[in-house]
Nanobody, 118 residues
Framework: QVQLVESGGGLVQAGGSLRLSCAAS????????MGWYRQAPGKQREFVAA???????NYADSVKGRFTISRNNGKNTVLLQMSSLKPEDTAVYYC????????????WGQGTQVTVSS
């Protein structure tokens, strides 16, 4: 089993920045990719960004150029730096961990709320 704990959500004005953190523990040797999904009220959960254990990254088109994902393997932590935030970025952000680089998460965190005011 893998446990994921997120932190860093909050309220920010449009154009501002936030950084989300996700710390993994447990059977982390089985994990090949980590990243983030988000779910806005009344919408399906959608992919945001992911990073493999070799550092390859992938982003949703809606966040490219604004969000940056990074990974600290030594600390088993993934960071999501979010800049130029828009009201449509408002959602609960979930950290995920996957056994494959296709990033279909096998494990999820509890979620952290990000609210961007206009």
């Amino acid at each position: 089993q893998v446990q994921l704990v997120e932190s860093g959500g909050g309220l920010v004005q449009a154009g501002g920045s936030l950084r989300l953190s996700c710390a993994a523990s447990g059977s982390i040797f089985s994990i090949n990719a980590m990243g983030w999904y988000r779910q806005a009220p009344g919408k399906q959960r959608e992919f945001v960004a992911a990073i493999t254990d070799r550092g390859r990254t992938n982003y949703a088109d809606s966040v490219k150029g604004r969000f940056t994902i990074s990974r600290n393997n030594g600390k088993n932590t993934v960071l999501l730096q979010m800049s130029s935030l828009k009201p449509e970025d408002t959602a609960v952000y979930y950290c995920g961990a996957a056994r494959t680089t296709a990033f279909l998460p096998n494990y999820w965190g509890q979620g952290t709320q990000v609210t961007v005011s206009s």
